[in-house]
């Protein structure tokens, strides 16, 4: 369920853990000289590393990176289970043995992922995996191609390897399927920021949105599918899926088209669709290990249907992979879920605020087709405003500043601390933005039209 993590220690005295009978730190020494190489100080402790880095001012931060999973583990493995429970007790016992206080304890970076019995070996998956949008699978172990295979991009990178063969276990077929978050900017949809957000069952287990969204967008290829009766054009096509390079050139338009098209040739031809194959293994794992009450069970895709409404992360195919890949109940309730009928409410223009009596329930701005040539004025105006104030913070991201974004979801505020390169501008993004802060500044909070010109100062 989860497993690495990268954390920091914020506001922790460094004599709790200097004084900790579990942690002894070690320096680095020149053995000739005997000169100390760097003040930064490690203790590591069943598959923790504990760390003291040198600050500024003199004095050390803390923070801790390891294995929760091989933590909790009486042997130091992670090829079994571990579920939600595991989990609050291991974040419990870094409490009682380290002193670490869960609420003051920023995450950077996060393992989430299950290990999946199968009947077969996981090196057949390995091979019928092509590529992560567009990008190829590179080997786990570059000496050893039978051990899995992974995908790095800038924020994560997915992971496909034969637990059973890491830990020599003999009569067993293990897959683990994981993805790495190098930033916590993956973290944020899903709200969790600290440690003690992981001990929100509500907040850890719509994680399985991630696992299966990004499994979606792995292309798997049937080998074993001989075509026969195909036009030239659809056996050309079909030859070309089972090539990485041919992947990787395809512009963003016409990947998305081949990836269609072999989705139709592979429902039409009967043939093997591991995506939907390996989904319905981690759904089902995943509710094994958060260890959902059987009432909790059956509303699970709602959770994950109410989580993609409020576009708190992109899941674009998620409702498809939950149709395809859930069963009994639980596709049952899908199924049977009515949709519920609008009222009929009154809708006016977002810009120039009048009254929407003609058009379609839902519409934001006027339409042309109705009021003329000057309803174009108000969607090229929410445009525009768009647009300025990317190409601000754009700007305000060249100089590297960091920024307090403050902005509304549902009518709720939050706030976000973000560097240079964890700013992700998107349009809802844009349109949500309620106030800028510079943190370590002198200049008070701003909003609104002076947010605006602040950005626009600060970018000259």
């Known amino acids: 369920m989860i497993d690495g993590l990268k954390c920091s220690c914020v506001g922790l005295n460094v004599d709790l853990w200097k004084n900790n009978p579990y942690l002894n730190f070690e320096i680095s020494v020149s053995e000739s000289t005997g000169e100390i190489l760097t003040q930064r100080r490690e203790a590591k402790v069943k598959n923790l590393c504990f760390v003291l880095s040198p600050t500024s001012g003199g004095g050390f931060s803390c923070s801790f990176n390891g294995s929760l999973h091989k933590y909790s583990s009486i042997d130091s493995s992670n ?37 999946i019995e199968l009947d077969y070996s996981p090196e057949i998956v390995f091979k019928k995996a092509i590529c992560h949008k567009g990008k190829p699978f590179d080997r786990l172990d570059s000496r050893n191609k039978r051990f899995g295979i992974k995908c790095t991009h800038t924020d994560y990178a997915i992971k496909l390897y034969d637990k059973g063969y890491q830990y020599k276990i003999n009569g067993k077929y293990i897959l683990r399927y994981e993805i790495k978050m190098f930033r916590q900017r993956m973290l944020q949809p899903f709200k969790i920021y600290t440690l003690s957000d992981l001990k929100d069952v509500e907040k850890v287990t719509p994680l399985i949105c991630l696992l299966l969204e990004r499994l979606n967008e792995i292309v798997f290829f049937d080998y074993s599918f001989k075509p026969k009766g195909l036009s030239n054009s659809k056996l050309l096509s079909w030859q070309q899926y089972s090539n990485a390079q041919y992947w990787e050139s395809l512009n963003r338009n016409n990947y998305y088209k081949a990836r269609k098209k072999l989705a139709e040739l592979t429902q039409k031809y009967s043939c093997i669709d591991w995506g939907k194959i390996i989904a ?15 009432k909790n069970r059956r509303h699970f895709p709602q959770m994950i249907k109410r989580l993609k409404a409020e576009k708190q992360a992109t899941f674009s195919n ?29 809708s006016y223009c977002i810009i120039c605020g009048r009254k929407l009596t003609d058009q379609k329930q839902g519409s934001q701005f006027c339409s042309e087709r109705i009021y003329g040539k000057e309803a174009r004025k108000c969607r090229n105006k ?24 403050t902005y509304k979801v549902k009518g ?25 802060e510079v943190l370590d500044s002198s200049l008070p909070k701003i909003s609104g039209k002076e947010a605006n010109e602040y950005l626009q100062k600060i970018s000259k």
């Open 79 to 115: 090829h079994d289970d571990f579920t939600y429970s595991n989990l609050t007790k291991a974040l419990d016992n870094l409490t009682n043995d380290y002193s670490i206080e869960l609420d003051h304890t920023s995450i950077h970076s996060l393992e989430v992922g299950v290990n």
């Open 280 to 294: 319905k293994k981690v759904l089902d794992k995943w509710i094994d290990l958060a260890e959902l009450k059987q």
């Open 318 to 346: 998620l409702e498809y992979m939950l149709e395809n890949v859930t069963e009994g109940d639980v596709k049952k309730q899908i199924k049977n879920t009515p949709k519920t009928k609008q009222k009929n409410e009154t």
């Open 382 to 405: 929410d445009s525009n405003r768009r647009l300025a104030i990317k190409r601000k913070i754009y700007k305000a991201m060249e100089k590297e500043l960091m920024l307090r974004i």
């Open 412 to 436: 709720n505020e939050y706030s976000d601390i973000l560097s240079v390169d964890e700013i992700n501008i998107t349009r809802e993004w844009l349109d949500r933005i309620v106030s800028v």
